[in-house]
């Protein structure tokens, strides 16, 4: 069993920068994909970025490809997702998730392609 927690949430204006961490239980979060996921206000949860085991192989939603970079520390058991440039559109419940071993594009964009999920941290941009 794994568990996520995620931090590094808040209010900040539109342009600004945040970033959010998820440290995750465990002594085998070196084998885990980590994904982060979003939840607009009456929306759908939706893909935003994903991490390899190997950290050196990432995927990004397209509307924050350039914006968002997703990083992991093996030795701190923690996925980082810097966000700039932000837009009131970025506003959401932000989720990370893990899925232990390989991943496809496919699955990593796909909320049933994770085993496990934070509780999720607010983010939101004012204008």
């Known amino acids: 069993q794994v568990q996520l927690v995620e931090s590094g949430g808040g209010l900040v204006q539109a342009g600004g920068s945040l970033r959010l961490s998820c440290t995750a239980s465990g002594r085998t979060f070196s084998r885990y994909a980590m994904g982060w996921f979003r939840q607009g206000p009456g929306k759908e949860r939706e893909f935003v970025a994903v991490?390899?085991?190997?950290?050196?192989?990432?995927e990004y939603a397209g509307s924050v490809k350039g914006r968002f970079t997703i990083s992991r520390d093996n030795a701190e058991n923690t996925v980082y997702l810097h966000m700039d440039s932000l837009k009131p559109e970025d506003t959401a419940v932000y989720y990370c998730?893990?899925?232990?071993?390989?991943?496809?594009?496919?699955?990593?964009?796909?909320?049933?392609?994770?085993?496990?999920w934070g509780q999720g941290t607010q983010v939101t941009v004012s204008s």
């Open positions: 998730a893990a899925r232990l071993g390989l991943i496809s594009s496919t699955q990593a964009m796909s909320l049933h392609g994770y085993d496990y």
């Open positions: 991490i390899r085991s190997s950290g050196s192989s990432t």
